[in-house]
């Protein structure tokens, strides 16, 4: 990773920040759907579980949670985690779908009971009152939260260097070893360039869902 050109050395550790943070998303996102589901399920034992995980991954630190899927499969069952970058997946995959949950879950609730039965009403299925009826309207009100989460997952990807994965921030430790510092300081612009992005991005998705008003 510590090459002789520091900015190759920074831009290969932040497609590493990328890659994870791609990789969380793409899996967090379904994932906290389904937990929303079992949040929300009739079915008591299974909705009291789902709380108590939710409750548990958003009441400690991510940080923990890296150190825990890293050594606990080791430690507890002998079967040592096959790379550090599958942990990193794994335990930011797990905390960003709580969270996702929860924001898909508020979204949902949000809707008036009156819709669902004015949907009854007019003889639609439950899933067709959902997915013609409630869902646009729920992808509008969670856009601002989600935007939020994943400005944040942008931010939260240097943590994997706790658990030695050589990102961006790390790279730019090494150098400020050897004497210099501008590096860590230039990793600023890395993030800030990648977040304006995001925040241009779901600004115009906001702006395409404003005929739609709930």
Not at 82 to 88: E, G, L, Q, V, Y
Not at 103 to 126: C, D, F, N, P
Not at 172 to 201: D, N
Request: net charge positive; aromatic share 14%.
């Amino acid at each position: 990773m510590l090459g002789a050109n520091p900015i190759e050395s920074l831009t290969s550790g932040f497609l590493l920040n990328l890659e994870l943070f791609a990789v969380t998303l793409l899996l967090a996102l379904p994932l906290g759907l389904i937990i929303t589901f079992c949040s929300m399920s009739r079915f008591k034992p299974l909705k009291w579980i789902t709380k108590v995980f939710i409750w548990v991954i958003r009441g400690t630190p991510l940080m923990l949670q890296l150190f825990v899927v890293l050594y606990a499969p080791g430690l507890l069952f002998g079967i040592p985690m096959s790379s550090r970058f599958t942990a990193a997946v794994i335990a930011f995959v797990i905390n960003y779908a709580a969270y996702f949950s929860e924001i898909y879950r508020g979204g949902i609730e949000s809707i008036s009971v009156g819709q669902y039965e004015a949907g009854k009403v007019l003889g639609m299925t439950r899933s067709q009152i959902f997915f013609k009826v409630v869902l646009l309207q729920v992808v509008k009100r969670i856009v601002p939260p989600m935007s939020n989460e994943i400005i944040t997952l942008t931010k939260d990807t240097a943590l994997a260097r706790v658990i030695g994965i050589g990102e961006i921030i790390m790279s730019a430790e090494r150098f400020t070893k050897m004497g210099l510092i501008w590096p860590l300081f230039s990793t600023a612009l890395y993030f800030l360039v990648f977040v304006g992005v995001l925040s241009l991005l779901f600004g115009w998705v906001e702006k395409k869902m404003d005929y739609f008003r709930v």
